[in-house]
């Protein structure tokens, strides 16, 4: 099992482009969650979903942000004519269910830098 | 409110010396709480969680409910120990786990 895969690892869009970030959870992981790290900031939950469900995204942007976690494939971030403060790291996690004592695996990062 | 504070941004001790990384949560209900770790460049892992009641790595967390508190403790900090550290909160309501603030562990030789 290789785990949590997220790609790219680094990813460098300019003003009004748009970033499309990937997570492939880890085999039999139906569960992804998203955060985002800013410098000099903690984990901030972004969104969580299940198989073509968005179940919580109380913690993403209203605009230009969206998610979604097809029936096959990775999970993927959109972000929309990105700006300069999109530039952070987001980091993908996958649980095999919900519910106490679930462990969630995490990725190892994309990092977004807009110039 | 759901919160986690971990007030230390950045904690830094001398080898051999004890450390404690403070966590303070928010929570009405039976808490879940876990320390995640995350060494530099590597993803982050679970380093332990509360109702295991487990010593990892020598690390050792007690969850006082009176205090609301889940400070992480090592009695001798070594070199390898540095990296961030994240306390977690795993709401029930929501399903979705809460993340503090994060603190930077410095281990000096």
């Known amino acids: 099992n290789a785990g949590v895969m997220q790609n790219p690892r680094h990813l460098v869009r300019r003003r009004g482009q748009e970033a499309r970030l990937r997570c492939s959870p880890m085999k039999g992981h139906s569960h992804v969650y998203w955060y985002r790290q800013l410098p000099e900031e903690g984990l901030k939950f972004m969104v969580y979903?299940?198989?073509?469900?968005?179940?919580?995204e109380s913690g993403m942007p209203k605009e230009r942000f969206s998610a979604e976690f097809p029936k096959e494939g990775p999970s993927i971030l959109r972000i929309q004519q990105v700006v300069r403060g999109d530039s952070a790291a987001y980091f993908c996690?996958?649980?095999?269910?919900?519910?106490?004592?679930?462990?969630?695996?995490f990725g190892q990062g994309t990092r977004l830098t807009v110039v | 409110a759901q919160r986690v504070t971990q007030p230390e941004k950045l904690l830094s001790v001398f080898k051999g010396a004890p450390v404690e990384l403070k966590c303070n949560y928010s929570?009405?209900?039976?808490?879940?709480l876990f320390w995640y770790v995350q060494y530099s460049r590597q993803r982050l892992q679970l380093l332990l969680r509360?109702?295991s009641r487990e010593s990892i790595k020598g690390f050792t967390a007690d969850l006082n409910k009176g205090e609301t508190s889940f400070h992480l403790k090592k009695p001798f900090a070594q070199e390898e120990d540095s990296a961030m550290y994240y306390c977690?909160?795993?709401?029930?309501?929501?399903?979705?786990?809460?993340f503090g603030q994060g603190t930077t562990l410095q281990v000096k030789p």
């Open positions: 509360h109702i």
């Open positions: 929570y009405s209900g039976s808490p879940e």
């Open positions: 977690a909160l795993y709401s029930g309501n929501t399903g979705k786990l809460i």
């Open positions: 996690a996958s649980s095999r269910e919900q519910g106490r004592n679930t462990e969630a695996f």
């Open positions: 979903l299940q198989k073509e469900n968005i179940i919580d």
